[in-house]
C-alpha cells in the first residue's frame, strides 16, 4: 500500500515548483497554482523566509499570496507544524513579504526603464498614450488628483480608439501600486508621479508583479480564504492608499 503523502507537506525543493504546479495551502488547506501561493523556505538561523522566485534551497511550504494568509501562517504556529520542526515566524512576517514584493515590482520597472521600454513625465506619458505605445498607465500612489484624473481621461480617450475586435489589443492598465519614492528609486530620478511602460518582454514582468502585490494588498480582511477584493489595478485603477501628497514637480 502506498503512504499517503499530505498535499500541504513541505516541496522537495525549487524545481518541483514548476510553472503550472498546483500545492495546498497550509493556511487554507486549498489547492491552488503556485503562482497564487508564496513558498517558504527555513533560513540558516530557523527562521521563516519568502522564496519569491521560488529558487532557494531546501524544502519548502506554500501559503495563498495574500497578506491575511501570511499573517495567519505565522500566528498559529504553521510553518514549524508543517516543516516539522522548531521555525521562527516573525509578527511581522506579513509586513516584510509586502516589502520584497515591493521591491520586485520596483525591480521590475528598473529592468525596463534600462532597456529603454519606461517613459516618465507627464508630457512623454501623455505623448505614449496619444501614440498608443503605453501598455500600462503608472501613477505614483500619493500623487495629486488632478494629474491623475486628466491622464485618466486620456488613457480612457485611448483604450476607445482600439480596433474593435482585435483580441490581440486589450485595455491599457493604470497602476499606482509605488510611492512616489519608489518610482523614484527604480527610475533613478525625482519626483516621478506619472510613468508609462512601453511594449517589451520587461514590461510583462512589471505587469506580472505588480498584479501579485496588488492581490497581496487588496485580500479581504481576514484574507487567509484567499478570496480578494475587485482588483482595480489591473485592467483598471488601483485604490491608492490614503499618504501625504507627493511634491508634483513630474
Given at each position: ?6 498535499p ?32 517558504f523556505?527555513?533560513?540558516?538561523d ?21 497578506h ?41 520597472l ?20 496619444d ?11 500619493d ?19 482600439m ?70 489595478t489591473?485592467?483598471?485603477s ?13
Open positions: 500500500m502506498l503512504a499517503h503523502v499530505d500541504a507537506d513541505p516541496d522537495h525543493g525549487p524545481r518541483t515548483a514548476k510553472p503550472g504546479t498546483e500545492r495546498m495551502c497550509v493556511v487554507t488547506r486549498q489547492v491552488r497554482p503556485v503562482d497564487e501561493l508564496i513558498r523556505v527555513v533560513a540558516p530557523g527562521a521563516a523566509v519568502p522564496d519569491l522566485k521560488r529558487k532557494l534551497p531546501g524544502r519548502g511550504l506554500w501559503v495563498t499570496a495574500t491575511g494568509a501570511v499573517a495567519e501562517a505565522a500566528k498559529r504556529g504553521l510553518f514549524s507544524r508543517g516543516f516539522k520542526r522548531a521555525v521562527k515566524a516573525a509578527p511581522t512576517l506579513a509586513d516584510d513579504t509586502e516589502h520584497l514584493l515591493v521591491r520586485s515590482v520596483v525591480e521590475a528598473a529592468m525596463g526603464a534600462k532597456a529603454g521600454l519606461v517613459v516618465a513625465g507627464f508630457g512623454k506619458v501623455e505623448d505614449a498614450l501614440r498608443h505605445q503605453a501598455v500600462a498607465l503608472l501613477h505614483a500612489s500623487g495629486a488628483d488632478d494629474g491623475i484624473r486628466k491622464l485618466d481621461a486620456k488613457l480612457m480617450a485611448a483604450n476607445r480608439q480596433p474593435a475586435g482585435n483580441d490581440e489589443m486589450t485595455p491599457i492598465p493604470v497602476i499606482s501600486a509605488l510611492t512616489s519614492a519608489e518610482l523614484d528609486l527604480a527610475l533613478g530620478r525625482s519626483n516621478v508621479i506619472h510613468a508609462a511602460v512601453l511594449a517589451g518582454p520587461a514590461g510583462k514582468t512589471f505587469l506580472s508583479r505588480s498584479q501579485v502585490l496588488v492581490r497581496y494588498r487588496m485580500a479581504n480582511d481576514g484574507g487567509a480564504d484567499g478570496k480578494t477584493a475587485p482588483d482595480k489591473i485592467p483598471n488601483q485604490t491608492r492608499p490614503a499618504r501625504h501628497r507627493a511634491p508634483q514637480h513630474d
